[in-house]
């Protein structure tokens, strides 16, 4: 079925560095969507990205969609430690109305 | 408050014992879906509907069955679980189902954590 692959599984880093996750397909994605899930919490949406080489910017966060709509990434300016969490993207699945997520990456954020 | 509320919310029983997982959402959302999620395999969809009595199959489906009589109720049911259905389940709702190029955001309950023993 669709797979959404995404990179790294974990990173930890300085408050005050940047941090990137990576989410790829191997087919092209009509929409990708973003979740960010606090440890405990349940996940929630961040943002939806539609269009070829979209970008779109949330505070420090910013957001990009590839050209072949194949990929996305997701940027953290100046991590936070309320930045700490695990972030997902979504994408449609192989099924008529699923969606698929990827694994995550968990950001751990040491002040 | 707009919400998706699950219960229980901890659940510990045996092998081949009957439960049920209930789902409600007071936003007047279309679809709604179950998920269950572990460590290093993130967020799997079970089961989905689109609609009332309109249910389909998501990823990982064995074991699971779902229902959708009201529109704001869909509880997620297994009828003999085993050990290997210990997860943690999420039930979320959006406005309307997936469409070809768009997708609706989810909202996410506060999840539901399982052990079968």
């Known amino acids: 079925g669709q797979q959404v692959m995404q990179i790294p599984q974990y990173q930890h880093v300085q408050e005050g560095e940047d941090f990137t996750t990576y989410c790829n397909s191997s087919?092209?994605?009509?929409?990708i969507q973003w979740y960010k899930q606090r440890p405990g919490g349940h996940p929630v949406f961040l943002i939806q990205?539609?269009?070829?080489?979209e970008v779109k910017k949330q505070k420090r966060l910013t957001f990009q969609f590839g050209e072949a709509k194949k990929n996305s990434s997701l940027h953290i300016t100046a991590t936070q430690t309320t930045d700490v969490g695990t972030y997902f993207c979504?994408?449609?699945?192989?099924?008529?109305?699923?969606?698929?997520f990827g694994k995550g990456t968990m950001l751990l954020v040491s002040p | 408050e707009a919400q998706v509320t699950q219960n229980p919310r901890y659940l510990i029983t045996v092998t081949g014992k009957k439960l049920t997982v209930t789902c409600s959402q007071n936003?007047?959302?279309?679809?709604m879906s179950w998920y269950r999620q572990d460590p290093g395999l993130g967020l799997r969809q079970i089961y989905y509907?689109?609609?009332?009595?309109?249910?389909d199959k998501g990823d990982v489906p064995e074991g699971y069955k779902v229902s959708r009589k009201e529109k704001r109720n869909f509880p997620l049911i297994l009828e003999s679980p085993s050990p290997n259905q210990t997860s943690l389940y999420f039930c979320?709702?959006?406005?309307?189902?997936?469409?070809?190029?768009?997708?609706?955001?989810?909202?996410f309950g506060p999840g539901t954590r399982l052990t079968v023993t």
């Open positions: 979320a709702s959006s406005l309307s189902w997936i469409r070809t190029g768009w997708a609706y955001e989810q909202y």
């Open positions: 087919t092209t994605l009509s929409n």
């Open positions: 990205l539609v269009k070829s080489g």
């Open positions: 979504a994408g449609p699945g192989s099924g008529y109305s699923t969606l698929t």
């Open positions: 936003m007047n959302h279309e679809y």
């Open positions: 509907s689109m609609n009332v009595e309109v249910t």
